[in-house]
């Protein structure tokens, strides 16, 4: 019983903490998601059938920026598309051509900091 209180102090103070911490401005300046298909009206996704087309979206909120989007495959390989200029408030989308089952992560970054990561699955 004392461990299980022990738990939920633990729980609490950790759920108090993460509410208390400010959010990060990098957090609300951009927009990004890995959706199954390229065209403005993708809605993001975490899965995509192996034939389907797929794109890492990104859109800049606050500011024109040159950001680079780099994709890890299941192999182990990264790719990245270097110097994208984004202009502010457009959306933008980088094909990602992998019909290879498994998990890939995309990962995107602006001014050589890391501002956000997506993982989503090709299934076959």
């Not at 500011?63 to 110097?83: R, T």
């Not at 202009?87 to 990602?96: I, R």
């Amino acid at each position: 019983m004392k461990a299980l209180k022990a738990l939920a102090t633990v729980v609490v103070a950790t759920g108090l903490l993460a509410s208390a911490a400010p959010a990060s401005a990098g957090a609300a300046a951009y927009k990004h998601y890995v959706g199954c298909g390229i065209s403005r009206n993708a809605k993001p996704a975490h899965v995509c059938p192996k034939g389907s087309k797929k794109g890492a979206f990104f859109k800049s909120l606050k500011a024109d920026v040159v950001y680079s989007v780099c994709v890890k495959f299941p192999s182990g390989k990264n790719l990245c598309a270097q110097k994208q200029e984004a202009t502010k408030g457009t959306l933008y989308v980088n094909k990602v051509t992998s019909t290879i089952p498994g998990r890939h992560q995309v990962t995107w970054f602006v001014e050589g900091k890391k501002v956000g990561t997506s993982v989503f699955r090709v299934k076959s």
